[in-house]
Antibody, heavy 121, light 108 residues
Framework: EVQLVETGGGLIQPGGSLELSCAAS????????MNWVRQAPGKGLEWVSLTYAGGTTYYADSVKGRFTISRDNSKNTLYLQMKRLRDEDTAVYYCARATMVPQNGRGFDVWGQGTTVTVSS | SYELTQPPSVSVSPGQTASITCSGDKLGDKYACWYQQKPGQSPVMVIYEDTKRPPGIPERFSGSNSGSTATLTISGTQTMDEADYYC???????????FGTGTKVSVL
């Protein structure tokens, strides 16, 4: 079964760091275009970051310089390292798979269940 | 930055047709995707590449994209279709994915 399972969320103080993990099963992250998407409480979806073969990465302006996306191919797991967290980073964080380059319009066909990050003092 | 604008809400009677628009500069030159999200659940893709349905998505969901507007149409809307819907596109000029503002569909 194709599945994504996120872990690592929690309560963190402003300015702190946190790392999210997304374990994939039923497919390999190395052969796909892996994304993080977040949703603040009561708000819409916000794309956060993308990584694909060769280590290519992209980031939303709101997280650039603070968040780092990476993969461990041996563990078939996607990560999001988050630093200098702000109140506005509070959200449910989803990992999601795309199977082709973004320009091809395939979209995100598999989503995890999400993990909640709360930034608060 | 690139923006995609959707109406905040759409109301439809059961069995009728719901149309949800997504507007963005030259959106027709890009591919649009659509996602359905029910309360407390993860999003589910219902349309990709403007018009295509993933496996398992009912035929009553259809999409189009031309000019500056992409449209998701739900024909014969059912109560189970009540959800938030988001459009999405890739902006090559900024190398960013963009989601629309979201539309709450109510089936009354």
């Amino acid at each position: 079964e194709v599945q994504l399972v996120e872990t690592g969320g929690g309560l963190i103080q402003p300015g702190g760091s946190l790392e999210l993990s997304c374990a994939a099963s039923g497919f390999t992250v190395i052969n796909n275009y892996m994304n993080w998407v977040r949703q603040a409480p009561g708000k819409g979806l916000e794309w956060v970051s993308l990584t694909y073969a060769g280590g290519t990465t992209y980031y939303a302006d709101s997280v650039k310089g603070r968040f780092t996306i990476s993969r461990d191919n041996s563990k078939n797991t996607l990560y999001l390292q988050m630093k200098r967290l702000r109140d506005e980073d509070t959200a449910v964080y989803y990992c999601a798979r795309a199977t082709m380059v973004p320009q091809n319009g395939r979209g995100f066909d598999v989503w995890g269940q999400g993990t909640t990050v709360t930034v608060s003092s | 930055s690139y923006e995609l604008t959707q109406p905040p809400s759409v109301s439809v009677s059961p069995g009728q047709t719901a149309s949800i628009t997504c507007s963005g500069d030259k959106l027709g030159d890009k591919y649009a995707c659509w996602y359905q999200q029910k309360p407390g659940q993860s999003p589910v893709m219902v349309i990709y590449e403007d018009t295509k349905r993933p496996p398992g998505i009912p035929e009553r969901f259809s999409g189009s994209n031309s000019g500056s507007t992409a449209t998701l149409t739900i024909s014969g809307t059912q109560t189970m279709d009540e959800a938030d819907y988001y459009c999405q596109a890739w902006d090559s000029s900024t190398a960013l994915y963009v989601f629309g503002t979201g539309t709450k569909v109510s089936v009354l």
